[in-house]
């Protein structure tokens, strides 16, 4: 009877040990801004005191493309997961995630297998995608409105310049001024299309270097614009608000150069503070203008030099009925 009792438990006892029992997990997720990709597999009652005892293998979509056989200490990749390995020593303590590139990580559900002599086991851990944005729906906006904005204050200025000091600009200063802005803001706009929100990317990027970098171009003309009205020049004010305007184009291209070395832009507020010096320096510049151009509506041209052609004028008639 007892030796029969014993035969039974040890029976159960090596039943219950022929499984390997697996920490579950079931899915993981990764982001662009990932380097490397880690799939999770733990074995909680692993019981090998020596890596000639395990195997491991993984797979996804049916098909193996990783293996380890700890008798020959040996790894092997297939070609449609070159990057994937594991820590070998870590299997000793039931460690056996694997570690992938981004660039070999698909998503779907990978499967783990680990063989421990006569036991062996296996977990399936699904692989996501999380896409998460490279600013912020807010920053988004903003990094395209100041700049926006800022154009359609230069079209403003050169609306002033066009229409109240037409007799003292030429034409080929018109033109000048009009395809440098027109150049401008295909650049802004060509920018926007590309720096549609979603996650980092070289397309992304690119496009944020159209807004930012030729706003230099609105120094220039907001320099041209003061320099072809005769009454403002370089005055106090329009060299102050040139300034202004060269300081927010410097905090913006800083920003600009932090936020592409990271995937995740923690310096978006120091770019988009300079985008909006700059917005604030334009509208500045067409409120100066503005003011200018209005009190030169109010001064009348001194009495004698609308006399003296009146007169002259008269004399010219009186002699021609004379004659």
């Given amino acids: 009877m007892w030796p029969l009792l014993v035969l039974l438990l040890l029976g159960t006892a090596s039943c ?5 029992i697996f920490n579950a997990t079931k899915s993981v997720e990764y982001t662009t801004c990932n380097k490397t990709v880690i799939i999770p597999c733990y074995v909680s009652n692993i019981g090998a005191l020596s890596l000639k005892e395990l195997f491991v293998k993984w797979k996804y ?3 193996y493309f990783f293996t380890y056989d700890g008798d020959k200490n040996e790894s092997k990749a297939y070609e449609d997961f070159p990057s994937a390995s594991i820590v070998p020593e870590a299997l000793l303590v039931g460690i056996a995630s694997l570690q992938l590139s981004k660039k070999d990580a698909v998503p779907g559900n990978y499967t783990c297998e680990v063989t421990e002599l006569s036991r062996e086991g296996e977990t399936v851990i699904e692989l996501k995608h999380h896409v998460v944005s490279w600013f912020s729906p807010n920053e988004n906006i903003l990094i395209v409105i100041f700049p926006m904005l800022a154009v359609l204050l230069f079209w ?3 609306g002033i310049v066009t229409l109240k000091y037409s007799s003292s600009v030429t ?3 018109t033109i000048l001024l009009f395809v440098a802005g027109l150049a401008l803001t295909v650049f802004i706009i060509v920018g926007a299309i590309l720096f549609i929100p979603g ?3 070289t397309k992304r990027a690119s496009g944020l270097g159209l807004i930012v970098v030729p706003t230099v171009i609105l120094i220039l003309l907001q320099y041209s614009v003061f320099m072809i009205a005769p009454a403002i020049g370089m005055s106090s004010y329009s060299i102050a608000i040139l300034i ?6 410097v905090l913006s291209v800083v920003g600009l150069s932090l936020c592409i070395s990271a995937c995740s ?3 978006g507020p120091l770019l988009i503070t300079g985008l909006g010096v700059i917005a604030l320096a334009e509208l500045l510049g067409l409120v100066y203008m503005k003011f200018i151009a209005s009190n030169q509506r109010t001064i009348q041209p001194p009495r004698k030099a609308v006399e003296e052609p009146l007169n002259a004028f008269k004399e010219s008639k ?6």
């Fill in 61 to 63: 979509g049916g098909k």
């Fill in 244 to 249: 202004l305007q060269m300081l927010g184009f």
């Fill in 171 to 173: 034409k080929e200063k």
């Fill in 265 to 267: 832009p923690v310096h």
């Fill in 156 to 158: 403003g200025q050169f």
């Fill in 318 to 323: 009186g002699m021609m009925n004379d004659d």
């Fill in 16 to 20: 219950g040990s022929a499984q390997l």
């Fill in 199 to 201: 996650e980092y990317s």
